[in-house]
């Protein structure tokens, strides 16, 4: 069992390249932040020099491959590390050095237990692409296909395992501390990437999310999923298909070959809706860098580490949602959220009603370009703790990819109004869902008739649907010892002297040879 001391001088280290990219001072200055959280961002900048501009996805990129990943999940919670961080760490590239050529081939060969030549006839020693896991290599199977080869790490399972435990330490802490850290639920979040970690470092569950997405995409004629080469993939290894295109980040490129931006733009967000809605399954790491269009105008999607699953209530939910948002239906929207139990229920269904038309409202029937994320994100927060909800942790990736595919679309096309693409989708899904008994509730709605049949058509949906409880049972949390509880308490002032000394000892040294 890790001590306290180690993780908190794993903290102020971190916390010290987050200080020399001026990172700590957002921290340090939101009234949010609890007092002890201040000054440990105090104690960590102690000798250093911060720049005016924060670079976060610098920061944690310079942290390691643990941190990228962990900044990835924190783009997600503007609430929690503020809006403008958020925005800067969308921006962060999962992008390493490589690691040689040797000890590649040596984890290949290791993995199957037969030397290269017998799995591939070519292999390019030089990737294509490496990111804080894995990294991928061009090669030719023995039988001729052309094929992508994604090599993990070696050694990362341990490194990764070794931060995880440090982030737990830190966010039970932080949750300790009770007020809106208690409420923005930092452990629930770590237990959540945790979980997403894992399943990434096993490539044979990645490979399975691919199989699994190319199934459920197999009648989308407009995105595409490489097929797996199970003979040469394992735990550490995974071999696909080859995709030959460009990626969706050239855009001049893409206008260069004539792809029309404007329905590449719409058959992004549609594939999505069709994840996510309709599968309950979707690619949820669709950043600029894991998309390519082929020469047909084909979407071709890679990197299938990070996945998102959504069961059918919650998905009729955020259908609902987005449906009544591109309406207007304010109200339908926030009986929804009372419904989930997104909101207590002692606040006002009306009053939240109220609240959601100030904010969206005035996006409705602009394009992207017009509007202001900024002002959309405080309205939306502010909603949050007027009514005091509590974070879902399992719509934080659907949060992310709908942030990262309204990026991408409204870089190919920043003129794409999202409610208008998005609309029509969502409506004839719940149309298509509901079947007759939707039609007729239509009906009867609009024409005033047979209102007797209503009981039967919500007992005919009921039956029809899964009981309430859209939000998954939460994770299990580890047992965590904090600092000041019973039996630690004689103990805990000794590791913050050990933290003190070692920050002044580093500023000191800093100093001396700066």
Known sequence: MTRPVTHIVRLLKWGRILARHGALRGIESAPQTPPGVKRLCRIARLGTIQPKVPDYAAAFQAIGPAAVKLGQTLATRPDLVGEEAARNLLTLQDALAPVGFARIKQEIEATFEVPLEKLYSEFDPEPVGSASIAQVHR?????????????????????????????????????ALGGEASRLRPRQVIANFRRWTLRELDLRREAASASELRDAMVGVPT????????????????????????KISRRDALVAAGHD??????????????????????????????????????????????????????RYWLAEILYGLTTGNYRRVA???????????????????????????????????????????????????????????????????????????????????????????????????????????????????????????????????????????????PEIALMWDKGERRRWWRYALTALLGAAAGAAALNWFG
Request: proline share 6%; no cysteine; glycine share 8%.
């Open 139 to 175: 090669a030719i199977t023995t039988d001729g296909r052309q094929v992508a080869v994604k090599v993990r790490r070696p050694g990362i399972d341990k490194q990764f395992a070794r931060d995880i435990e440090t982030y737990e330490w830190a966010a039970a802490h932080l949750e």
């Open 223 to 246: 995105y595409e999923v490489p097929a797996i080469d199970w003979d040469r993939t394992a735990s550490r290894v995974m071999t696909l298909d080859w995709i030959d295109g460009i």
């Open 261 to 314: 931006m404007e329905a590449l733009s719409a058959n992004l967000v549609n594939a999505f809706l069709r994840q996510a809605i309709a599968e309950g399954f979707f690619h949820a790491d669709m950043h600029q860098g894991n998309l390519f269009v082929k020469a047909d105008g084909t979407i071709a999607a890679v990197d299938f580490g990070i996945m998102g699953r959504i069961n059918r209530q919650a």
């Open 335 to 477: 009986e929804i959220h009372f419904e989930a139990q997104y909101v207590p229920d002692y606040h006002s269904v009306e009053e939240f009603a109220t609240a959601l038309r100030a904010v969206g409202e005035p996006m409705r029937g602009k394009p992207v370009s017009e509007l202001s994320v900024g002002q959309m994100l405080d309205g939306l927060f502010a909603i949050t703790r007027d009514f005091d909800m509590q974070t879902q942790p399992h719509l934080l990736l659907l949060q992310k990819t709908m942030v990262m595919v309204e990026g991408v679309a409204t870089m190919l096309n920043p003129k794409i109004n999202m409610w208008d693409v998005s609309g029509p989708f969502v409506g004839e899904w719940i149309r298509d869902e509901l079947g007759p008994e939707a039609a007729l509730a239509d009906g009867i709605r609009e024409q005033g008739k047979t209102l007797a049949l209503i009981p039967d058509i919500i007992r005919r949906l009921d039956a029809q649907l899964p009981k309430p409880g859209g939000a998954p049972p939460a994770p299990p949390l």
